[in-house]
C-alpha cells in the first residue's frame, strides 16, 4: 500500500493567485497535488476582478475532472451536450477529452475543481 500524506488547507495561509490557466482566473491551491505526490489536484477558482474574458474550444487531457459552483454561475458549451448553466450547487464531470469552450461567467464565480492527474495538458483549438 502506497503512503498518503494527511492535508488541510485554512484560508488564512493560502491566498489566491493569478498562475493558472486562464488570465481571468485566479486559483487557491488546496495542498492536494502535494498530499497525493502528483495523482490529484484540487482548487478554488475564481473570477478576476477586471481581468479579460478570452474561451477558445479545448479539451483536457485527464482521467477525471470535476466541478462544483460555490458561489455565482458559469456557462460553457460542451461538444455532444450543448450549453449548460451551472449555478451554485450545480456539479459537472467533464470526462476525458470532452471539447467545451466558457460562454461567460459572474464577476462573483468561485468553483471548486478536482482533477486527475494534478498535471495535466490542455489543448486549444485554433479560432475558425
Known amino acids: ?3 498518503r500524506k494527511f ?3 485554512h ?5 489566491f493567485k493569478a498562475d493558472g490557466l486562464r488570465a481571468f482566473f485566479e486559483y487557491r491551491d488546496l495542498g492536494i497535488k ?3 505526490g502528483g495523482r490529484a489536484v484540487a482548487h478554488v477558482i475564481r473570477a478576476r476582478p477586471g481581468g479579460e474574458f ?3 474550444t479545448h479539451w483536457h487531457e485527464t482521467e477525471f475532472q470535476l466541478v462544483y459552483v460555490l458561489k455565482g454561475w458559469i456557462k460553457f458549451d460542451y461538444e455532444g451536450v450543448g450549453e449548460v448553466l451551472l449555478e ?4 459537472a464531470y467533464q470526462p476525458p477529452g ?3 469552450r466558457e460562454l461567460g461567467h459572474s464577476d462573483d464565480l468561485e468553483l471548486l475543481e478536482v482533477v486527475i492527474p494534478a498535471d495535466f495538458k490542455t ?3 485554433p479560432d475558425h
Not at 11 to 15: C, E, H, I, Q, V
Not at 88 to 91: E, M, R, V
Open 1 to 3: 500500500m502506497s503512503r
Open 54 to 56: 478570452v474561451a477558445r
Open 7 to 9: 492535508s488541510v488547507s
Open 88 to 91: 451554485a450547487g450545480s456539479c
Open 123 to 125: 489543448v486549444e483549438l
Open 11 to 15: 484560508l488564512k495561509g493560502s491566498a
Open 34 to 36: 502535494d498530499a497525493t
Open 98 to 100: 470532452i471539447r467545451h
